[in-house]
Every structure is written in structure tokens, then in C-alpha cells.
T-cell receptor, first 115, second 113 residues
Framework: DTGVSQNPRHKITKRGQNVTFRCDPISEHNRLYWYRQTLGQGPEFLTYFQNEAQLEKSRLLSDRFSAERPKGSFSTLEIQRTEQGDSAMYLC?????????????FGQGTRLTVV | GNSVTQMEGPVTLSEEAFLTINCTYTATGYPSLFWYVQYPGEGLQLLLKATKADDKGSNKGFEATYRKETTSFHLEKGSVQVSDSAVYFCALSLNQAGTALIFGKGTTLSVSS
């Protein structure tokens, strides 16, 4: 399967702990996005990369959140000092920018539960 | 600001019924419009899209027409199946470098046989 892969699929952590999620995009895709989805809501944009450069960050991305894409391939999203409000599904998506084509392909997500 | 509004669900239909899920948007510029579907236990999948006014996107019997005059992109299907049961998300993307998808809250569709 050459789709977007996210690990882990589920993560339970205690409040105050740090967590890190990984996303492996479709190999030829130059754009990678992170979204957060809470129950009953649509995905909300967090940040995106074009190759290794982080080009945009949402106001939702507090100082406790950091994302990297060091070699323009996989990406990590770290949450420091987790809070219960961080509990959500974290989605990764990738796309290949060509003209105005912005079709994104999504992974299955990492579900974070902060207890 | 830019936003997407979908009709609230859940929508409950019998098999072979006609489906409409309303979606309206507010956007600066000229967005592309999308419908994504999330089947139980699976990730979001692109269902269809339209990139300019009056375009019709279609896939798997679903259709949606980009209506600039009413800022709408309603999803329709003439005859739903049980396998169409899922959550449907309307979304927009501004045709500019660096813009991500803006989603509606989603509409749950449940089809019974």
C-alpha cells in the first residue's frame, strides 16, 4: 500500500507527558499537512510543509506543538506537556502541488487520549 | 473569513432513496470545492471535486455542482445504498500557494435496507 501512513494509530498518555506522532506521506508528494479532528467536528488545519519548509501554522498550533519534516519526506508532530484538551484524532495528508491542484490524500490518523 | 457550512445530521434514509446534503461556503477569492467521505474505521477519502463555477464533480453515483451565485456545492445521489453509510465532509481550498483545506463539520448518513 503506498498511501499515507501514520503511527501510532492510537496513543494514550497521562497529562503532562510529551507525545510524538509520525506521518509518512505518499512518496512523490511535496506537500504535507497536519490536521486535528475532534468528535463531531470536521478536521481543522494545524500546519503544512512544502518539502522540508514549514510554510504555514494555524493559530490552533500552540507553543506546545511542534512539527518537523527534516528531509522533506516523513514528518513528526510533537505535543509537549499534554493537556486533556489535546485529546483528538490527528490527521496527516499529503499532496503534489502542480498548478492549482490541491487534492490531498489522508492517512487514517492517530487517536490521542490524554488521561 | 473562509468557512464551510453543512446541513446537520444525521441523515437517515432507506435504500434507493434520493440523497441531498447541503453545503454552502464563504470564501475570499475563487476556491476549489470538495466532498470527502469517511467510512467507519477508515481515513478521509476524496469523493469528488470541482475547481471552478458551474463545474460538476461526480463519482460513484454522487454529484455536486459548483454554484457561485448561491455559493453552494450540494451533494446528491439518486439512489443510495447501505454501503454509502458514512460521514460526508464538504471542504474548500483557496487556489493560492500554501492554503489548506477548510472543512465543514460533517454530515452522518445512515442507510438502512
Amino acid at each position: 500500500d503506498t498511501g499515507v501512513s501514520q503511527n501510532p494509530r492510537h496513543k494514550i498518555t497521562k497529562r503532562g507527558q510529551n507525545v510524538t506522532f509520525r506521518c509518512d506521506p505518499i512518496s512523490e508528494h511535496n506537500r504535507l499537512y497536519w490536521y486535528r479532528q475532534t468528535l463531531g467536528q470536521g478536521p481543522e488545519f494545524l500546519t503544512y510543509f512544502q518539502n522540508e519548509a514549514q510554510l504555514e501554522k494555524s493559530r490552533l498550533l500552540s507553543d506546545r506543538f511542534s512539527a518537523e519534516r527534516p528531509k522533506g519526506s516523513f514528518s513528526t508532530l510533537e505535543i509537549q506537556r499534554t493537556e486533556q484538551g489535546d485529546s483528538a484524532m490527528y490527521l496527516c495528508a499529503s499532496s503534489f502541488l502542480q498548478g492549482s491542484n490541491t487534492e490531498a490524500f489522508f492517512g487514517q490518523g492517530t487517536r490521542l487520549t490524554v488521561v | 473569513g473562509n468557512s464551510v457550512t453543512q446541513m446537520e445530521g444525521p441523515v437517515t434514509l432507506s435504500e434507493e432513496a434520493f440523497l441531498t446534503i447541503n453545503c454552502t461556503y464563504t470564501a475570499t477569492g475563487y476556491p476549489s470545492l470538495f466532498w470527502y467521505v469517511q467510512y467507519p474505521g477508515e481515513g478521509l477519502q476524496l469523493l469528488l471535486k470541482a475547481t471552478k463555477a458551474d463545474d460538476k464533480g461526480s463519482n460513484k453515483g454522487f454529484e455536486a455542482t459548483y454554484r457561485k451565485e448561491t455559493t453552494s456545492f450540494h451533494l446528491e445521489k439518486g439512489s443510495v445504498q447501505v454501503s454509502d453509510s458514512a460521514v460526508y465532509f464538504c471542504a474548500l481550498s483557496l487556489n493560492q500557494a500554501g492554503t489548506a483545506l477548510i472543512f465543514g463539520k460533517g454530515t452522518t448518513l445512515s442507510v438502512s435496507s
